[in-house]
């Protein structure tokens, strides 16, 4: 029986067992079975005969954005409107067969936008080069998920479904558990929180699954089983996703409208140029990017080269960005904007910077 089967087997299983308190401790295992069996997939094989051509791209610019989809969405004609680079579009499935990068340059940011092959239904199995197109996705900053408008809400489900099962975690936090395997004593297990989903008994029969025996564990709130379960396994990749539904001119208003007032979702359409100001605005929100610019004494900021920087950057982060030695130079530094009470303020390695600051630093 292989693996692709006992896969099979168990979530039958799973969606045959009726959820209620006599069978969480039997759906627990199987669920842990389940990570277990997901993780062997994603392994290399050992006899790995020839290699394919192989979709990494060098990372370059200041985020990365991937672009992921079922065939015929509009993914290159997204790629070619947004930046200067041309991808094949035509009108049948598989146009784009590799990785294509490209550059957006907004806000004097420099993202790169790559744009992955068709994902088809059974990609977490290696269908259809599905691995090498989400293991590319699994580097990227943002994800963008591009959906048919004119599908309903069928594909958006089936890439969930096929992200979630090779260990991406797309709008949610990594779950607040403190987890460390240890040598000997036991299974310490405590919880700051009352706990409704997961119990010490459950907790156990997971980690045993795990052929682990002795640990310590502490749940700082209310996690479901699944959450616990990515813990152990510990290589869950949690990001941010936009979900853009493009040719919206084909469909109605009304639906139009449902669409966009849902979570984490914009509206385009790539044929009538539709909305994409919007996108790229909302996409900068997504990729938490602050432009932050310098100035030498006596001389006015320059406004033409900002510093690009994640939100929650301290000063100490900008020297480093400018030049390796300068924090163990750094006597104060001016700043003037929004993170400051008054203009300019002294401060010193450790204030928090933020959009379109201006930063003069005095060296020792």
Known sequence: MGILEKIAEIEKEISRTQKNKATEYHLGLLKAKLAKYRAQLLEPSKSAGAKGEGFDVMKSGDARVALIGFPSVGKSTFLSLMTSTESEAASYEFTTLTCIPGVIEYKGANIQLLDLPGIIEGAAQGKGRGRQVIAVARTADVVIMMLDATKGDVQRELLEKELESVGIRLNRTKPNIY??????????????????????????????????????????????????????????????????????????????????????????SCGMKLNLDYLLETLWEYLALICIYTKKRGERPDFNDAIIMRRGASVEHVCHRIHRT???????????????????????????????????????
């Open 326 to 364: 300068l924090a163990s130079q750094f006597k104060y530094a001016l700043v003037w904007g929004t993170s400051t009470k008054y203009s300019p303020q002294r401060v010193g390695l450790t204030h928090i910077m933020e959009h379109e600051d201006v930063i003069q630093i005095v060296k020792k």
């Open 179 to 268: 987890f460390k395997p240890k040598k000997g004593g036991g299974l310490s297990y405590n919880s700051t929180v009352p706990l409704t989903q997961c119990s010490e008994k459950l907790v156990q029969l997971i980690l045993h699954e795990y052929k682990i025996f002795n640990a310590e564990v502490l749940f700082r709130e209310d996690c479901t089983p699944d959450e616990f379960i990515d813990v152990i396994v510990g290589n869950r990749v949690y990001m941010p996703c936009l979900y853009v539904y493009n040719k919206v001119d084909q469909i109605s208003m009304e639906e139009v409208d449902r669409l966009a007032r849902r979570p984490h979702s914009v509206v385009i």
